[in-house]
């Protein structure tokens, strides 16, 4: 069986060389797009006001995208620096305006107000308007609105409301400075209205009726159940017909005020949200003038409808008693809709953005289809992981995505195409053997959502495993809380997943099972909080490999920066059916370990092991704010020469920060300049050659070393590939990354060679030309060689090859000028197809055909032949092994440090906390508390109850309820008298059409 990639291999030219060898690696990165329906979340739709044509989309994390045609193709907009865009809105045809936010910048030139006066083919970044005031969170912007009559434009900022006069070329912040509105709608007579989310504000809503210079608040209704609305990026709008009429949307309900903003009512009931509720899009109101009143469309974050409201006969008022007629949409999870702006059919409904990306209509918004996604061009999906397998018999590379709203795909010809997905809205925590001999051999993990739950199947999902799995089914989780953990391959059929303590049941800690879960017994005792899955490397002992497990855990929460501390624990396996050893490394010189969440997956460590090397660490320290390293299993670590100031490129960017971009101006708990967030979001090695590894940023591109870190260097213009969130080695130069908001790309190494003479002496050659001789290694000038593999075939059109068949793993480098090929992968010889002199290609008896010659048109009339594979480099020798240590050292375990200091734990009734919903009841648990204190119980900033530690430092158990606000939210323990933090904990909410 043969597997098939392509691959674009740049050939640069190169002159003569003296014998010493270059091993210089070119690295390129291109999208890598899956060909599936979904393009990712779009937020908000500008139509151009002269052509319906034309079209912006501002995607959640992808940036902006444009088309030209209505929508069926789209093109990425590179010149937009910023990539968490929130609004795009057109001020006249040449015009437009975007609003984004920038966590990592230090000069925060990524958020605020973007402005192109070219009709969007170039941006510039308008400068932060003055703020003052006591608030220091960066300067992001979120709604845009222009006035009808002045043509004003009002943007909601986390300062408040800003305002333009001069179509968006000058701004200044009238509104309330501590009032982080996330909505906006402007009226005639200047009359404006602004909303927030902000948790401590006593008002949700704003008004001003002299053009934002001075604010007032509005009587609109607040639920007694939760003190937030939750407004969205797009609830209030301005009636067309009415100068004192808003609409708003108020989770779950519709508004209308008819004085202005000042006070509101109720206009429609909620109509259908699905059988969760609650769901993760966002909701808009957009109401449109018709001959006899409004035509009123309505979002709810989870579907689309629309309500007629006729004008009441002898008044400005409208009759909003009438039915709601709900549309047809192939993707729930609305977030904004768009009307065409000119020509016969004005105001009627032209793109729909959902969770899924851009829907079309041909019935006037009966009817939703998703368009423009895969090879259309918008591609905005948010990947949370990538990760493949080797099934090596086969010489086939299966690729596995697991993506946010958007399902969970699985390929089985390397990327080339994607079946439907088979479970789950979404997932994560995708985990398998690299390599498996057969397709019988694989099993594959997930966790699938929707509803969330652990999940298990064979090959790209749809192969038996055995006789007993077909597709992907439900894993057999360990006795307890369901959800509480997931399960992680240390051997094919052996697996362990993390457990929450429960009478009668496993102890906090690890249990494992060697039977694909049919039964379980504990594998390790660690009483500390987990963050993410563990991740696997080995050391020998003697002539046994040991599996070894890096787990990050929450050990402590620093006051300061009022986020958790995350440290590591190494689990070590002895025998498979005994406990495994558990150490608590000293991390000695080393702050936390960053999270880098995405969305709704919460709490995904940010480090790297070497799986040959259980000793060496890889991670970013946010609190120290360096790239660290460490050689002895975590004791001890140091700052890696240059990295830091490479990957923040001289202190461009800053090494962490905090505030979810997703829900910016909610929690006081984070800050924006700190926070667990690390601007180096992913730490890979490659699991067959640990020499290549890579690092991926939030917006600085992706970094790779082929020392083992050693040195370092940039992939150019890999920046296009934003909030990178995996990277899968498929060999060692070839790797596929995942992205938060860009989708899915391609990582292609090659290797330069400059001179074929030093591959000559690694592996004694034999270079043959067909009717010309047979030449010496210096008259190799033009070709292809392959390292760690061999030729298995080739494909000649015209004499031109046109595609090359080499062993799984392979790494190509390269002579002369470009050459564009199609790669496959395959164990079994095919010969050259497509020349007559086929059999001058004949292999010579104990020869490996390594290499190709070509000539000035890219013709091949040669080949080279050498005794054995050549290796990548010389240092690709060096420490492949897996690393050598002593039973003492290894087996060694210690006490937890967590055990001699206060510790909080939060738990979910019934579930784990990684599938945390808004409003679902929370237990509060403590140890080692201050004896007979007064405590005080603080949700993001806002105190929600007292507590009290009895006399054995036990924290009396209380229960509280999740916020409603999708997202991160922080819950401290601190001294009701002297406000001093006790101890705190992190956690995410995530939508409920999860469930």
Request: proline share 7%; glycine share 12%.
């Amino acid at each position: 069986m043969k597997s098939q990639i392509y691959l674009a291999i740049f050939l640069a030219v190169a002159g003569f060389a003296p014998p010493a060898q270059s091993q210089q690696i070119d690295w390129t990165l291109e999208e890598f797009q899956p060909n599936v329906p979904y393009g990712g979340r779009a937020d908000t739709i500008a139509v151009n006001p002269s052509d319906n044509r034309i079209m912006f989309v501002a995607s959640e994390s992808g940036g902006l995208f444009k088309t030209t045609d209505g929508g069926t193709h789209w093109s990425h907009v590179d010149t937009l620096g910023a990539y968490y865009t929130s609004a795009v809105a057109y001020v006249t045809s040449d015009i437009l305006l975007a609003t984004a936010t920038d966590r990592f910048s230090v000069r925060n030139d990524g958020g605020g107000i973007w402005r192109s006066s070219d009709g969007g083919v170039t941006w510039s970044h308008i400068p932060s308007p003055s703020l003052g005031g006591p608030r220091d969170l960066r300067f992001d912007a979120r709604e845009i609105s222009i006035a009808p009559d002045t043509g004003d434009i009002f943007v909601a900022t986390s300062y408040g409301v800003a305002k333009s006069s001069d179509q968006g070329a000058s701004w200044i912040v009238r509104g309330p400075i501590n009032f982080a509105a996330i909505s906006v709608a402007a009226q005639s007579g200047n009359l404006v209205i602004a909303g927030s989310n902000d948790s401590r504000l006593s008002t949700k809503v704003i008004r001003s009726d002299d053009g934002g210079a001075t604010w007032a608040a509005t009587n609109f209704p607040v639920p007694v159940s939760f003190p937030v609305p939750v407004f969205d990026l797009h609830a209030l709008a301005a009636s067309p017909l009415d100068a004192k009429t808003f609409y708003a949307y108020g989770d779950p309900d519709f508004f209308v005020s008819e004085d202005g903003g000042v006070n509101w009512s109720k206009i429609v009931p909620t109509f259908s949200r699905g059988p969760q509720d609650f769901c993760g899009g966002i909701g808009f109101v957009k109401p449109l003038a018709t001959p006899t009143g409004l035509t009123v469309w309505l979002g709810n974050r989870c579907t689309v409808a629309k309500l007629v409201a006729p004008q009441i006969s002898g008044t400005s008022r409208f009759d909003y008693s009438g039915p709601v007629i709900q549309s047809t949409v192939d993707h729930w999870d609305t977030r904004d809709m768009a009307f065409r702006t000119h020509g016969p059919d004005t105001g009627a409904p032209i793109l729909l953005a959902t969770d899924g990306g851009v829907h079309r209509t041909s019935d006037g918004g009966a009817n939703w289809m998703l368009t423009g996604s895969g090879p259309n061009g918008y591609n905005a999906l948010q990947i949370s992981e990538v990760k493949g397998q080797w099934i090596d018999n086969a010489a086939n590379y299966d690729l596995y995505i697991t993506v946010q709203d958007n399902g969970i795909w699985a390929s089985g010809d390397g990327g080339l195409t994607w079946p439907p997905p088979n479970a789950g809205a979404e997932g994560v925590n995708i985990d398998m053997q690299k390599h498996v001999p057969s397709p019988a051999d694989s099993v594959v993990t997930v966790t699938a959502c929707g509803p969330c739950a652990n999940g298990i199947g064979g090959r790209v999902f749809s192969q038996t495993y055995g006789a007993a799995f077909s597709g992907l089914h439900q894993w057999a989780d360990p006795p307890g809380p369901a959800g509480a953990g997931h399960p992680t391959s240390i051997f094919n059929s052996f697996h362990d997943q993390g457990v929450d303590g429960a009478p009668g049941g496993f102890l906090k800690g690890f249990a494992a099972t060697h039977d694909l879960g049919s039964n379980w017994t504990q594998h390790a005792v660690v009483p500390e909080d987990r963050r993410d899955i563990p991740k696997l490397t080995a050391i020998r002992v003697g002539h046994r490999q040991l599996p070894v497990q890096y787990q990050a855990i929450r050990t402590g929460f620093d006051a300061t920066r009022d986020f958790e501390i995350v440290h590591l624990v190494r689990l070590t396996m002895n025998r498979p059916s005994t406990m495994a050893s558990v150490y608590f490394p000293a991390m000695n010189g080393f702050g936390g370990i960053g999270i880098s969440p995405p969305d709704w997956n919460w709490h995904q460590g940010v480090f790297g092991v070497d799986p040959k090397d259980s000793q060496h660490l890889i991670a970013p320290d946010v609190i120290n704010g360096k790239i660290m390293e460490s050689h002895d299993g975590g004791d001890n670590w140091s700052e890696i020469p240059g990295l830091t100031s490479l990957i923040t490129d001289a202190g461009r960017f800053q090494s962490n920060a905090g505030a979810s971009p997703f829900n910016v101006g909610i929690f006081p708990a984070f800050p924006f300049d700190v926070g667990p967030f690390p601007f180096a979001s992913h730490v890979s090695f490659s699991s067959d050659d640990p020499n290549s590894v890579a690092i991926g940023t939030q917006q600085n591109g992706l970094f790779v070393s082929r020392d083992r870190g050693a040195t370092w260097t940039k992939v150019p213009n890999s920046e296009r590939a934003t909030a990178i969130t995996s990277v899968d080695w498929m060999s060692p130069t070839d790797a596929f990354v995942s992205t938060l908001g860009r989708g899915l790309w391609k990582l292609t190494g090659s290797r330069v060679v400059t001179s074929v003479r030093p591959l000559c002496v690694i592996q004694s050659c034999r270079i043959k030309y067909i009717f010309k001789g047979d030449p010496s290694p210096d008259r190799f000038k033009r070709g292809i060689v392959v390292f760690e593999g061999e030729i298995m075939g080739a494909r000649v059109e015209a004499g031109v090859l046109r595609e090359l068949s080499v062993t799984p793993q392979t790494s190509l480098g390269f002579v002369g000028a470009p050459v564009k090929l199609a790669i496959r992968y395959t164990n079994q010889r095919a010969g050259i197809i497509g020349i007559e002199a086929n059999k001058a290609f004949a292999l010579p008896s104990g020869r490996l055909l390594t290499g190709l010659a070509l000539d000035e048109r890219g013709e091949l009339f040669g080949a080279i032949y050498t005794s054995g594979r050549i290796p990548l480099s010389d240092k690709s020798a060096k420490r492949r092994d897996v690393r050598t240590a002593d039973a003492r050292s290894v087996l060694q375990q210690n006490r937890s440090p967590t055990l001699s200091k206060p510790y909080i734990s939060l738990s979910a009734t019934g579930k784990g906390m990684d599938n945390l919903k808004p409003e679902d009841p929370l237990t509060l648990t403590g140890e080692r508390m201050p004896s007979g204190a007064a405590l005080e119980i603080v949700l993001d900033g806002r105190a929600i109850g007292k507590a009290e530690g009895d006399r054995g430092g036990f924290l009396k158990t209380i229960m509280i309820k999740a916020p409603r606000e999708l997202g991160p939210h922080t819950l401290i323990v601190r001294d009701a008298n002297t406000k001093q933090t006790i101890d705190g904990a992190s956690f995410v909410v995530r939508h409920r059409d999860t469930e």
